[in-house]
């Protein structure tokens, strides 16, 4: 953590392995726990491959890192549906032919509110110009 810009650089993971290896069992994983936490998804399954070649972290093992992992599958999930909830907004309004300002579009693709976007699909089926989408 002290070192995000280095974060996937497996020196400073080993590093912290080396740290970690030092506690006793319950202050590791309360300290790993902490580290994980602030971590990408990548750094965290990069770090899981390096755990499990090293032998004084076996009591760790995969069911560990199951809850850091899932939880990485829902922050991925919810990309996605914002993802597509934005390409549901595009589709419609383009095949009612309504045209989509370069600020519209701008501010349509900048949401992450799941809520929102499923607002503005709906919104998009009956509106007849773009500006109606954002109305209040």
Excluded: N
């Excluded at 370069?102 to 089926?125: K, M, S, T």
């Amino acid at each position: 953590m002290a070192h995000p810009a280095e974060a996937d650089d497996e020196r400073v993971l080993q590093a912290m392995l080396q740290g970690l290896a030092t506690l006793d069992r319950d202050r590791a994983r309360v300290c790993l726990s902490y580290v994980i936490s602030s971590l990408q998804d990548v750094t965290v399954k990069r770090l899981e491959e390096m755990m499990t070649t090293i032998q004084d972290f076996d009591y760790l093992g995969e069911k560990y890192f199951s809850h850091w992992l899932a939880k990485g599958e829902v922050r991925g999930e919810a990309k996605g549906e914002v993802k597509g909830e934005i390409k549901s907004i595009f589709s419609v309004l383009d095949a009612r032919g309504l045209e989509i300002s370069d600020d519209a579009r701008e501010r349509i693709c900048r949401c992450d509110d799941p809520g929102q976007l499923d607002a503005w699909v709906r919104r998009a089926a009956v509106i007849t110009t773009v500006d109606e989408l954002f109305a209040e």
